[in-house]
């Protein structure tokens, strides 16, 4: 569960949640929350209730631009260097921004050198233009769509297939075997970010879910993460109904469907 899925509230809540509902772990988001900014807060998070950090995500949004400093690539470092220190292999980064041009032009070599130096995984996540009124626009230097330019690890996030307008399961085999973290999610076609529970909107989740559980995903040390938006919940137990359902759709649809061929028995 990424710790994203319950705010307003943070990421306490997020581990007090994802153990009380029995989550293999969370996805820490670097994020405006002091506690997430903090590796040792979040270590005892981690032990308290058992629930281990299992990606991390990058501070990478229009409203972390100064976490952890200016430098997007210093952001970058540090990121990748508190994942080692959670023993999370995977840390998960949006393509630059288009006034980040320094940074857009290094981009390329700073997620194959995570990989070099420290193993850790950097997919990059694929993402949407902004639609004011009747113009949109892509804010991102390299594009939305991170298989145009090609890097070795790739997020699949629905809710962004969904307000991009996208063929999903085109994209998703574009990614193919690089395809390394999933966001569990929904849209319904809106172009905006809506992060809904996934089977609430349009998009292909189940088969999305099924593809990656037959063809080797986890064994490939694919990982999922589901990234939804409980923000109007008015009640935490209202939260925790909705990161219940999630939970449930997830472990429904990423059980395999292919059974291994039987061995024949010998003949005598």
Avoid at 81 to 88: D, I, K, M, N
Wanted: net charge neutral; proline share 7%; hydrophobic share 40%.
């Amino acid at each position: 569960m990424s710790t994203a899925s319950v705010y307003p509230e943070g990421v306490a809540a997020a581990f007090e949640i994802a153990a009380d509902l029995s989550y293999d772990g969370v996805e820490l988001m670097i994020w405006t929350d002091p506690v997430s900014q903090d590796p040792r807060a979040v270590e005892r998070l981690a032990e308290r209730h058992g629930v281990p950090v299992t990606a991390v995500h990058a501070p990478c949004l229009a409203v972390t631009q100064r976490v952890w400093g200016a430098d997007p690539v210093q952001r970058l470092r540090r990121t990748v260097e508190v994942a080692a220190r959670f023993g999370a292999g995977t840390v998960v980064v949006h393509p630059p921004f288009r006034w980040q041009r320094r940074y857009a032009s290094v981009f390329a070599d700073e997620v194959a050198r995570a990989k070099e130096y420290r193993g850790i995984t950097l997919p990059v996540e694929n993402m949407f233009p902004v639609t004011r009124g009747s113009i949109s626009t892509v804010p991102y230097a390299l594009g939305h769509d991170p298989t145009e330019v090609g890097f070795g690890a790739y997020t699949l996030d629905l809710s962004h297939t969904a307000a991009a307008r996208v063929d999903t399961l085109g994209l998703m085999d574009r990614m193919g075997e690089r395809l390394t973290h999933l966001h569990l999610t929904d849209g319904s076609g809106a172009a905006k970010d809506e992060h809904l529970v996934p089977g609430r909107g349009e998009q292909p989740c189940a088969e999305v879910c099924q593809r990656l559980a037959d063809d080797g995903f986890a064994g490939r040390g694919g990982t999922v993460a589901l990234e939804v938006s409980t923000r109007r919940c008015r009640t935490r137990q209202e939260r925790v109904g909705l990161l219940a359902e999630s939970l449930l759709f997830a472990r429904l649809h990423l059980a395999p469907t292919r059974h291994p061929a039987p061995i024949p028995s010998a003949r005598r």
